[in-house]
C-alpha cells in the first residue's frame, strides 16, 4: 500500500513539475507595464503565448483596470459588457486556459490612449524528438530542456527512494 500511494505521489509531483516548466508568465508591457501610450500591439507581437501561460498586468489601481471584452468592444474601446474584470489590487495575473484570442483594454477613456492588448492563445506542440548526436569533436553541452527533464528524473528517484526506503 505504501508503494502505491509513493508511486502516485512522485506522479504527482512529476506533472506539477512539468506543467510549470511549461507555463510562461508574460509581464504586459514588459518594464513599462500597464500604461497609457504603450505600444502593447508591438508588445503582443513579440511573444508566443500558449495554453497555459500567465499574463501579469502591473499598474496603479487607482487609475486604471484590466477588462476581458470581446474583439468588437476591443475594436471600438467599448468597456460596457465586459467578460471578465481581472482587476484585484494593481498586479493583476489571468491564466490564458483556451487556444483562442483574448482581448483586453482598461476602460475610463485609457483604452483609447493605447491601453489594450490582443493576445492570440495556440495550443503547445510537443517537441521533436532529437537524434542522438555520433561522437563530435566539437560537442556542445545540454540544452535547456534536456537538463530540466534530467532535473525532473533525478528529483522523482529521489523522491520515490526516500519514500520507500528510508
Known sequence: MVGNRSLILMLMVMILVLEFAMAKLHRVGDKLGWNPNVNYSEWSNHHQFYVGDWLLFNFDKHYFNVLEVNKTSYENCNDQGFIKNITRGGRDVIELTEARPYYFLSS??????????????????????VPLPGPTKNASPLNSGSYMFSLIILISIDLFWTLNFK
Open 108 to 129: 475610463g477613456g485609457y483604452c483609447f490612449h493605447g491601453m489594450k492588448v490582443a493576445v492570440n492563445i495556440d495550443i503547445p506542440q510537443a517537441p521533436a524528438p
